[in-house]
Antibody
C-alpha cells in the first residue's frame, strides 16, 4: 500500500527555521517525484514545487523560489521542506504528494498534511 | 488569483448530476491531456478522483467522470450522494517550466 506520512504539527516564532518531512512507503521512492502544496486557512491548493528523489532534481514555483528548500534522503525514503526564516504568512497546512511524471503526469497519493503555525 | 478558473460553488440534490468547469489556457489545460481532479473533504487531505482528463483510479466510483474541450476541462458527478459534498480542485500539467497549476477550488453542496 502506497503511503505518504508527514511529520507532526509545528508551532514556531517568526525568524525561526523549520524542516518538515514526508516519508514514502509501499513503492520505489526514487522512481516518483514528490510535490509540495500549501493550503492557507480557508483557501485553495497552491503548488510550491517538486523534487525527484532519484537525483534531487528540483523545480520551484516562482511564488516560492528562494523562500523554501526541498531535499530528499533516498536512503530512508523521506522528502523534506525547509524554511530558514519563517514569517507569519507561512502559517498553513503543507501537503506532500506523489507525482507521476512520464506517460502521464499527476499527483496520485497525498500525505495527511502538516500544520505549521508561525506566531510570536 | 489561481492559474485555472473554477466556479466557487455548485450545488445539487441527491441523485442529480453536477458539472464543475476548469478553464485554463493553451499552455496548460488546452495543451496537454494531463488534467486531474482532486476531492477534499473538510479537514482532510486531497484525494485523486480523475487523471489524464477522464481516467478513474481504482476505487473511485464511475459516477465521477471527466472531459475536456479546448482550454476547459470538466468534472461531472452523476447520481449525487451526500458523501460527495466536498471541495474539488482541478490540476493541470503546464510544461517543463511551470510544471503544475491548480484551480481555485469549487465547493460542492449536496442539498
Amino acid at each position: 500500500e502506497v503511503q505518504l506520512v508527514q511529520s507532526g504539527a509545528e508551532v514556531k516564532k517568526p525568524g525561526e527555521s523549520l524542516k518538515i518531512s514526508c516519508k514514502g512507503s509501499g513503492y520505489s521512492f526514487t522512481n516518483y517525484w514528490i510535490g509540495w502544496v500549501r493550503q492557507m486557512s480557508g483557501k485553495g491548493l497552491e503548488w510550491m514545487g517538486i523534487i525527484y528523489p532519484g537525483n534531487s532534481d528540483t523545480r520551484y514555483s516562482p511564488s516560492f523560489q528562494g523562500q523554501v528548500t526541498f531535499s530528499a534522503d533516498k536512503s530512508i525514503g523521506t522528502a523534506y521542506l525547509q524554511w530558514n526564516s519563517l514569517t507569519a504568512s507561512d502559517t498553513a497546512i503543507y501537503y506532500c504528494a506523489r507525482g507521476v511524471v512520464g506517460a502521464t503526469k499527476h499527483f496520485d497519493y497525498w500525505g495527511q498534511g502538516t500544520l505549521v503555525t508561525v506566531s510570536s | 488569483q489561481s492559474a485555472l478558473t473554477q466556479p466557487r460553488s455548485v450545488s445539487g440534490s441527491p441523485g442529480q448530476s453536477v458539472t464543475i468547469s476548469c478553464t485554463g489556457t493553451s499552455s496548460d489545460v488546452g495543451g496537454y491531456n494531463y488534467v486531474s481532479w482532486h476531492q477534499q473533504h473538510q479537514g482532510k487531505a486531497p484525494k485523486l478522483m480523475i487523471y489524464d482528463v477522464s481516467k478513474r483510479p481504482s476505487g473511485v466510483p464511475d459516477r465521477f467522470s471527466g472531459s475536456k474541450s479546448g482550454n476547459t476541462a470538466s468534472l461531472t458527478i452523476s447520481g449525487l450522494q451526500a458523501e460527495d459534498e466536498a471541495d474539488y480542485y482541478c490540476c493541470s500539467y503546464a510544461g517543463s517550466n511551470t510544471f503544475v497549476v491548480f484551480g481555485g477550488g469549487t465547493k460542492l453542496t449536496v442539498l
